[in-house]
């Protein structure tokens, strides 16, 4: 068993928008950058578990309330865990690579079948998304995670959150690719309308996505190709 690290556990925000769920970074800072510790990272411990297959889990060193709303896509909200809690994240194939921001590095767990997608359990990540936790792997030849049986929504696209700043979460909406929202518009007479105000919680959104074969409206009506593309 080895110690990899200790920090404030996360992961960056492709991971839930491309449904990967496939890596996690111990940071300095929790979600709402309220609170601060000092991340350690075992450079021996992470050169010796590149590439081997590993059981990865954490041990929960300090518990907070997630500052983060969770997938709505997967109805999967952050729950507070206890201090001494273990949280499983799985067993894979151990890589270290650059994260995406903060110069920091993040931990990777690739699965042994190939798919896609849903890497490590979501439910575990959102136990322990904003703790303060000691990463440990150990080498293993347990056999690889399956994938997790989640209740996932029907299509991809835009959610609302319904929050007062009209933040919305979307999911499926290639990395980097230009995209519009269309907000709705109810007419209230004399050629006159009015644009809704804050949608509730989870309202869909269609959205429009540059996509290199044409734009493409997410979701796509059921038994139809690319909606919307030319």
């Known amino acids: 068993m080895m110690q990899v690290g200790y920090g404030i556990l996360s992961w960056d925000g492709s991971e839930r928008r491309s449904n990967r769920y496939g890596a996690v970074v111990l940071d300095g800072q929790d979600y709402h950058c309220s609170s601060t510790v000092e991340v350690r990272l075992d450079p021996e411990a992470v050169a010796a578990l590149e590439s081997k297959r590993v059981r990865l889990w954490a041990v929960v060193v300090e518990a907070r309330e997630s500052g983060h709303i969770g997938d709505m896509f997967l ?20 890589r270290a690579e650059p994260a995406p921001w903060g110069g920091l590095t993040q931990v990777v767990l690739v699965p042994g079948d190939g798919r896609k997608e849903l890497w490590i359990d979501p439910r575990a990540l959102y136990r322990g998304h904003d703790q303060t936790v000691e990463l440990h792997a150990e080498l293993t030849e347990a056999p690889f995670s399956e994938v997790p049986v989640l209740d996932q929504a029907e299509a991809d696209g835009c959610l609302s959150t319904g929050e007062t700043d009209g933040s919305l979460q979307t999911k499926g909406v290639p990395e980097g690719t230009p995209f519009k929202i269309f907000p709705e518009f109810r ?40 909606a919307g593309s030319n």
């Open 75 to 94: 109805k999967i909200k952050p729950s507070k865990p206890e201090v001494g809690e273990v949280i499983e994240l799985g067993v894979g194939v151990f």
């Open 187 to 226: 007419r209230i007479g004399d050629g006159l309308f009015e644009a809704d105000g804050i949608p509730q919680y989870g309202k869909r959104f269609n959205v429009l996505v540059d996509d290199p074969d044409g734009f493409v409206t997410l979701p796509a009506p059921k038994g139809s190709g690319k």
